[in-house]
Nanobody
Framework: QVQLQESGPGLVKPSQTLSLTCTVS??????????WSWIRQPPGKGLEWMGV???????YYSPSLKSRTSISRDNAKNTVYLQMNSLKREDTAVYYC??????????????????????????WGQGTQVTVSS
């Protein structure tokens, strides 16, 4: 089972850009059918799936966040990145990266639609707190 470790700045000012890192160990991010999602949980609220990058580099995003979010990867570092711009106070949350190995017949675009809950993913990082405040 893969292990994931998120890291990030902790405190970001409104309107600034957030950059988070998810370092993966115990497996390659390019292994067939593996997907890597970013998911967040605002205080007192449920999980919100943000987007995914798949083993083949394809990406899909939540429609509500697509205009502000970008997910990328560095294969050599076995690392996945999240970038979100124009931050607002309501972006304050714990941000998680999560791994899911899809069946070969399931398209990556289904992640976030049919796979979005705590038990839908194979592995989770411990999460990193991001607070948006001036």
């Amino acid at each position: 089972q893969v292990q994931l470790q998120e890291s990030g700045p902790g405190l970001v000012k409104p309107s600034q850009t957030l950059s988070l890192t998810c370092t993966v160990s115990g497996g390659s991010i390019t292994t067939n059918y593996y997907t890597w999602s970013w998911i967040r949980q605002p205080p007192g609220k449920g999980l919100e799936w943000m987007g995914v990058i798949a083993y083949d580099g394809s990406t899909y995003y939540s429609p509500s966040l697509k205009s502000r979010t970008s997910i990328s990867r560095d294969n050599a570092k076995n690392t996945v990145y999240l970038q979100m711009n124009s931050l607002k106070r309501e972006d304050t949350a714990v941000y998680y990266c999560a791994a899911l190995r899809l069946p070969s017949f399931v398209h990556t675009s289904f992640v976030g639609i049919y796979f979005f809950g705590r038990t839908d993913f194979d592995s989770w990082g411990q999460g990193t707190q991001v607070t948006v405040s001036s």
